[in-house]
C-alpha cells in the first residue's frame, strides 16, 4: 500500500525532504557502518534538528548514507518531541527502503507521543496516533495495530479529555475489528487448504463479503461444492462475463432475504461482470443487463 502522509507533518519538514527513489534494496551491514562513521565524524560535536539533518540526505552519495541519514533525522524529530514529523520521514523512509520498515519503530513512535503529550496536549497526541494507527493499518502491520491501541488505552485517563477522543475510539475499534477479520480470514484460508468442500465455500463466503474478489476467491467457490457459487466462478475463470454475471445475480437473489449482507456483495460483482460483457451485447438482452447493473447500483 502506498504510505499515508502525516496529516501534521511541518510544512519546513515535507519541503526540505527530498524526492527519494522508491524501493531501495535494504543496504548491507558493512556500506551502514561505513555510513554511520562517516556520519560521526562529519556530526561529531553538534547536535543537529531533525530537519538540518534532513538537508544532508540530498547529498549522500549512497542508498546507505541516505539510510543512515534518514534515521538520524527521526532520531532528532523524536528528540524535539515532533512525532508527526517523525512519521512523515518514517514513511518515506519506508517507501525508498521496503524492507526497513519494523514494528518496534512505529510502537516506538506511540510511545514517544504518549509520553510527551497525552497529559497535556491529549489532543496532539491522539492525532499523531490516529496517523500512527492509519499507516500501520494500511502497511499490514497486525502487532503495532494491537501496540498502538493498548498503549492509548494505558493513557485513556489522559485521552479522555481530548475533544477529539470519541474519533480516535471509532477508528480504534475499526482497526480492531478488521484485524480480528484478518485473523479469522487466515484461520479459514488455512483450512480451506484441507480441499474440504465446506471450508472452502466458508472461506469463499468470507472473501465475497469482505469484497476480495480475486484468482483466490474464484478458486474457494468452485471447490465450495455449491453449484451456486461453482458456476459462475468457473464461468467467469472462462472469461464468459455475462454467463458469470447471470450466476453471481442468482446467487444474490438467493440470499436476499437471509443474509442481505452477502447479497449485496454478489449483486454489485455481478455488475461488475456484466460491465465487462455489456458491450458485445445488443437488442433486449442489452437492455435486460444494463437494468441489472442500473438495479445494482
Not at 503529550?117 to 503495532?144: E, F, I
Not at 468457473?234 to 455475462?242: L, S
Request: proline fraction near 5%.
Amino acid at each position: 500500500p502506498a504510505p499515508a502522509v502525516a496529516p501534521a507533518a511541518s510544512a519546513a519538514t515535507r519541503a526540505a525532504l527530498p524526492i527519494l527513489t522508491p524501493g531501495a534494496a535494504l543496504p548491507d551491514a558493512a556500506a551502514l557502518k561505513e555510513a554511520e562513521a562517516m556520519l560521526d565524524e562529519i556530526l561529531a560535536g553538534t547536535q543537529p534538528s531533525g530537519a538540518e539533518l534532513l538537508g544532508f540526505v540530498k547529498d549522500a552519495a549512497s542508498d546507505a548514507g541516505r539510510y543512515a541519514t534518514l534515521r538520524r533525522a527521526e532520531a532528532a524529530f523524536i528528540r524535539e518531541k515532533a512525532f508527526a514529523d517523525a512519521l512523515f520521514v518514517l514513511q518515506a523512509r519506508a517507501a525508498a527502503f521496503p524492507d526497513s520498515l519494523e514494528d518496534d519503530q512505529l510502537e516506538a513512535l506511540s510511545k514517544g507521543t504518549l509520553r510527551a503529550h497525552a497529559a497535556t496536549k491529549p489532543d496532539t497526541a491522539l492525532g499523531d496516533l490516529t496517523a500512527l494507527l492509519a499507516y500501520a493499518q494500511g502497511q499490514r502491520r497486525a502487532k503495532a495495530v494491537k501496540a498502538i491501541i493498548r498503549q492509548a488505552n494505558l493513557s485513556t485517563r489522559h485521552l479522555l479529555k481530548a475533544k477529539t477522543y470519541d474519533a480516535w475510539r471509532a477508528a480504534a475499534e475499526n482497526a480492531e475489528t478488521a484485524l480480528d477479520a484478518a485473523a479469522n480470514l487466515a484461520t479459514l484460508r488455512e483450512r480451506a487448504k484441507s480441499g474440504a468442500p465446506t471450508a472452502n465455500k466458508a472461506l469463499a463466503l468470507a472473501l465475497i463479503k469482505a469484497n476480495r474478489w480475486d484468482a483466490a476467491t474464484l478458486e474457494a467457490c468452485t471447490r465450495s461444492g455449491d453449484a451456486a457459487l461453482a458456476d459462475p466462478a468457473k464461468a467467469e475463470t472462462a472469461n464468459d462475463p455475462i454467463e458469470a454475471g447471470n450466476g453471481w445475480w442468482d446467487a444474490a437473489d438467493a440470499q436476499a432475504k437471509t443474509d442481505p449482507a452477502l447479497a449485496k456483495a454478489l449483486r454489485a460483482h455481478a455488475a461488475a461482470c456484466y460491465r465487462k460483457g455489456l458491450p458485445a451485447l445488443s437488442g433486449l438482452r442489452a437492455r435486460l443487463i444494463q437494468k441489472r447493473i442500473d438495479e445494482a447500483d
